[in-house]
């Protein structure tokens, strides 16, 4: 037997959280993924914004012990500079996210995007194909699969 699960939004409780630090592009992951939402008709969403991506899996943490969302969707960007901090940031982010993930009941799904600069991040935030849209997906299709 082949377990899977759809992309229907109906009666799916979402939470959102988006990083304010490199607006430009999260902002346009938001709108992608609203979009896909709202295409799937996904009635109940929420969205919390937090100052940076650092501050993502605390505030994840704090939604998945709540146990009322289906699915909980993260959105990022973590833009690469002249120093270190580019990977400190991008690897702990992803380990708090992968560490809700696994202790709670509640799917997480990693939309954070790591670029070499804001052009890259541009082309997927955006310009060129929109990841907040794809990320949406995961999001229903774990929260789906999570339901079965």
């Given amino acids: 037997m082949i377990y899977e699960g759809g992309y229907s939004g109906k009666g799916l409780k979402i939470g959102i959280v988006v990083s304010r630090f490199n607006d430009l592009l999260t902002e346009e992951l938001l709108k992608g993924a609203l979009d896909c939402f709202r295409r799937h008709e996904v009635e109940e969403l929420e969205v919390f914004r937090v100052p940076g991506a650092f501050e ?25 500079g002249e120093t ?33 600069d804001e052009l890259q991040g541009l082309n997927r935030a955006g310009v ?21």
């Fill in 56 to 80: 993502i899996p605390f505030v994840v943490k704090e939604l998945a012990k709540k146990g009322k969302y289906d699915a909980i969707l993260t959105l990022g960007a973590v833009v690469k």
């Fill in 128 to 148: 060129k194909s929109n990841r907040g849209f794809e990320y949406a997906m995961a999001t229903l299709e774990m929260a789906n699969l999570r339901k079965n």
């Fill in 84 to 116: 270190y901090h580019f990977d400190l940031v991008a690897s702990e982010v992803a380990k708090g996210i992968a560490q809700v993930n696994l202790n709670y009941e509640t799917p997480v799904v990693f939309g954070v995007i790591t670029v070499e």
